[in-house]
């Protein structure tokens, strides 16, 4: 089975624009969730998708926001982006029990100049 | 809320070594308890996880972890430390509320292997 898939690998974008992240779960699974990662903060919950809905949100601004297509696939969107958001972005997929193993992708790495 | 605490951000041993790093969870429901580990420019790899079967939880590579509810306490082990076990490792415990999946995450404890 193909793992969890992110796209794209590396990003650099300015102060004030926008980015679209992209991960493919690993097939079957339905729950898709984001974390953030930065040496300061640690691993933060962004959020959480399961068959398209949003399920759970973290505390982040309005400015980070997902969605979660009919075939599982997710999307993040950060709008107006500022330097403190450049981190490394980890998406997860599983079936969507609490005990079910998230299994994560090698993330987007977002540099903002 | 559920919260987990890792004790030393750092800790390092000899090749051979016993590897013990420290996690302590806060929870008001039983937990489901988990150890990632994350390599140099990867994302997260499970070794293992508890979700109240045994205590003793036996993972990947040899690591294993003991749940200890009077203690709150999820500690990992390895009898014999590799160089290849060097990275940086997560202790983890799902918010399952709502019947929605969240991890909140320690901060993290990088682990050094000298030869």
């Known amino acids: 089975k193909a793992g969890v898939t992110q796209t794209p690998r590396y990003l650099i974008k300015t102060r004030g624009q926008q980015v679209t992240l992209s991960c493919s779960p690993i097939?079957?699974?339905?729950?898709v969730s984001w974390y953030q990662q930065t040496p300061g903060q640690g691993l933060q919950f962004l959020f959480e998708y399961f068959s398209e809905t949003q399920r759970n949100k973290g505390n982040f601004p309005g400015r980070f926001s997902g969605r979660q297509f009919s075939n599982s696939r997710s999307e993040m969107n950060v709008s107006t982006l500022e330097l403190g958001d450049s981190a490394l972005y980890l998406c997860a997929s599983s079936l969507g029990s609490a005990t079910d193993t998230q299994y994560f992708g090698p993330g987007t790495r977002l540099t903002v100049l | 809320a559920q919260s987990v605490t890792q004790l030393g951000s750092h800790v390092s041993v000899s090749e051979g070594a016993l590897v013990l790093l420290r996690c302590n969870y806060s929870?008001?429901?039983?937990?489901?308890l988990f150890w990632y580990v994350q390599y140099p420019n990867q994302g997260l790899q499970l070794l293992l996880k508890?979700?109240?079967?045994?205590?003793l939880v036996k993972g990947i590579n040899g690591f294993e972890a003991e749940f200890k509810k009077s203690e709150t306490s999820f500690h990992l082990t390895k009898p014999s430390a590799h160089m290849s076990d060097a990275a940086e490792y997560f202790c983890a415990v799902s918010n399952y509320g709502q019947g929605a999946q969240k991890l909140v995450f320690g901060q993290g404890t990088r682990l050094t292997i000298n030869p």
């Open positions: 929870s008001s429901v039983p937990p489901y």
């Open positions: 508890y979700t109240s079967a045994a205590t």
């Open positions: 097939s079957g699974h339905r729950s």
